[in-house]
């Protein structure tokens, strides 16, 4: 069995939020492709066609995938973080963690059913509950379930890219009315209909899931995060860069028939030298941390919250029971898109920066928070 092997400050990781808090903003970056075009979720291809097109494959194609691998890399860090935390304290393990997950799972389930068809949380939550019996086994334990997992996503990607190869998805966006002018219900009906459709992505990227999951906890133990640890951050970065970069660049240009490829396979590549870069860049930083910073760190210690309201907010600016701007201003795509993406960005850094100077934690890691706590006081 291995235990903690690389001690660190008990404190909080400043770095860490910071990266989470890049990774948040990056999956709405994802997302907000989605929320902005009048199919909703099944708006599966851009119109490539022109300049505008071109631009909104190329913006596209910098989000999708990394930032989803990104926050699943910290959810792994998080885990090892927990791990530690129990140890410490010589806590049972997993014992409550199991608690945590399942609250994860419920969490993630309101969040699918009452706000975006996508949600992550629930895939995080099955995760962590197989990994959390990994965490404290033998590295060469770990190295076997990573490989075990690595070796299962890369054929369900490769099959499904055969398959997509030799008989090609549509190339067509549904023309639906559920996303302009349909209410809230029928979409919460929807989901509960669709469920298969909707959820097949959740169980697909189960084993990328786990493997991501190990890798964030080795990295967090190798030092990733440390002050000391720019030699492996380096390293980091020369992988995902080096090599992440020009194969995403391949996968993107090769067409729609590559697209779990350029979704589910090479961008955790590039998100390990996203999980190298952050770091650089703010050990490299001298004085107080501005306003990018501060925002960043903020949504980061508030991840959860961000994370749903800031979909919440996109459905309501976008929807047709909302505001409706997906039907009114799709002929001004991907212009008017970024500058959605960007001004909820800069309203949640702002949100959240001002929520934490007046509360330890976000509204909904707080009631989270105290739902965890709540079995165990009187036992306490």
Same mark, same amino acid.
């Given at each position: 069995?291995?235990?903690?092997? #690389?001690?660190?400050?008990?404190?909080?990781?400043? +770095?860490?939020?910071?990266?989470r808090?890049?990774?948040?903003?990056?999956?709405?970056?994802?997302?907000?492709?989605? !929320?902005?075009?009048?199919?909703?979720?099944?708006?599966?291809?851009?119109?490539?066609?022109?300049?505008?097109?071109?631009?909104?494959?190329?913006?596209?194609?910098v989000?999708?995938?990394?930032?989803?691998?990104?926050?699943?890399?910290?959810?792994?860090?998080?885990?090892?973080?927990?791990?530690?935390?129990?140890? /410490?304290?010589?806590?049972?393990?997993?014992?409550?963690?199991?608690?945590?997950?399942?609250?994860?799972?419920?969490?993630?389930?309101?969040?699918?059913?009452?706000?975006?068809?996508?949600?992550?949380?629930?895939?995080?939550?099955?995760?962590?509950?197989?990994?959390?019996?990994?965490?404290?086994?033998?590295?060469?334990?770990? &190295?076997?379930?990573?490989?075990?997992?690595?070796?299962l996503?890369?054929?369900?990607?490769?099959?499904? =890219?055969?398959g997509?190869?030799?008989?090609?998805?549509p190339?067509?966006?549904?023309?639906? +009315?559920?996303?302009?002018?349909?209410?809230?219900?029928?979409?919460?009906?929807?989901?509960? =209909?669709?469920?298969?459709?909707?959820?097949?992505?959740?169980? !697909?990227?189960?084993?990328?899931?786990?493997?991501?999951?190990?890798?964030?906890?080795?990295l967090?133990?190798?030092?990733?995060?440390?002050a000391?640890?720019q030699?492996?951050?380096? &390293?980091?970065?020369?992988?995902?860069?080096?090599?992440?970069?020009?194969?995403?660049?391949?996968?993107?240009?090769?067409?729609?028939?590559?697209?779990?490829?350029?979704?589910?396979?090479?961008?955790?590549i590039?998100?390990?030298?996203?999980?190298?870069?952050?770091?650089?860049?703010?050990?490299?930083?001298?004085?107080?941390?501005?306003?990018?910073?501060?925002?960043? #760190?903020?949504?980061?210690r508030?991840?959860?919250?961000?994370?749903?309201?800031?979909?919440?907010v996109?459905?309501?600016?976008?929807y047709?029971?909302?505001?409706?701007l997906?039907?009114? !201003?799709?002929? !001004?795509?991907?212009?008017?898109?970024?500058?959605?993406?960007?001004?909820i960005?800069? #309203?949640?850094?702002?949100?959240?920066?001002?929520?934490?100077?007046?509360?330890? /934690?976000?509204?909904?890691?707080?009631?989270?928070?105290?739902?965890?706590?709540?079995?165990?006081?009187?036992?306490?």
């Open positions: 069995m291995s235990a903690v092997r #690389t001690e660190r400050p008990t404190g909080r990781i400043a +770095a860490i939020d910071v990266v808090g890049v990774a948040i903003l990056g999956t709405l970056g994802t997302n907000i492709w989605i !929320f902005t075009h009048p199919s909703g979720p099944f708006s599966l291809f851009p119109d490539t066609t022109g300049v505008a097109g071109a631009v909104e494959t190329g913006l596209r194609a989000a999708n995938g990394k930032f989803l691998a990104l926050l699943t890399l910290l959810f792994g860090v998080g885990l090892e973080l927990q791990y530690r935390s129990a140890v /410490r304290r010589g806590m049972r393990w997993p014992g409550r963690y199991l608690w945590r997950a399942a609250l994860l799972f419920v969490e993630g389930l309101l969040h699918y059913v009452l706000v975006f068809e996508y949600d992550v949380l629930m895939s995080y939550a099955v995760t962590s509950m197989l990994v959390a019996y990994l965490i404290g086994r033998s590295d060469r334990a770990q &190295r076997s379930w990573m490989v075990m997992a690595g070796a996503h890369v054929l369900l990607v490769a099959g499904g =890219t055969a997509q190869l030799t008989n090609p998805w190339q067509t966006n549904p023309s639906t +009315a559920l996303y302009t002018s349909g209410s809230w219900l029928d979409q919460v009906h929807a989901r509960l =209909t669709d469920w298969a459709q909707f959820r097949a992505e959740a169980m !697909f990227i189960l084993p990328m899931s786990v493997l991501l999951f190990l890798a964030g906890a080795r967090l133990r190798a030092g990733a995060f440390a000391d640890g030699p492996l951050r380096n &390293r980091l970065m020369a992988w995902g860069f080096g090599l992440g970069l020009p194969l995403n660049a391949l996968t993107t240009a090769a067409g729609p028939g590559w697209a779990l490829v350029d979704r589910y396979l090479v961008p955790p590039v998100a390990i030298g996203l999980l190298g870069l952050v770091p650089t860049i703010l050990f490299g930083l001298r004085g107080d941390p501005g306003p990018l910073h501060r925002g960043l #760190t903020s949504v980061g508030t991840a959860l919250s961000c994370y749903v309201f800031q979909n919440l996109a459905s309501i600016v976008c047709g029971w909302g505001f409706g997906a039907a009114r !201003f799709d002929e !001004f795509r991907p212009w008017w898109v970024f500058g959605l993406w960007a001004a960005c800069a #309203t949640f850094m702002v949100l959240a920066t001002w929520w934490l100077r007046h509360f330890e /934690r976000g509204p909904l890691e707080a009631a989270w928070n105290w739902a965890y706590q709540r079995p165990f006081r009187d036992r306490s």
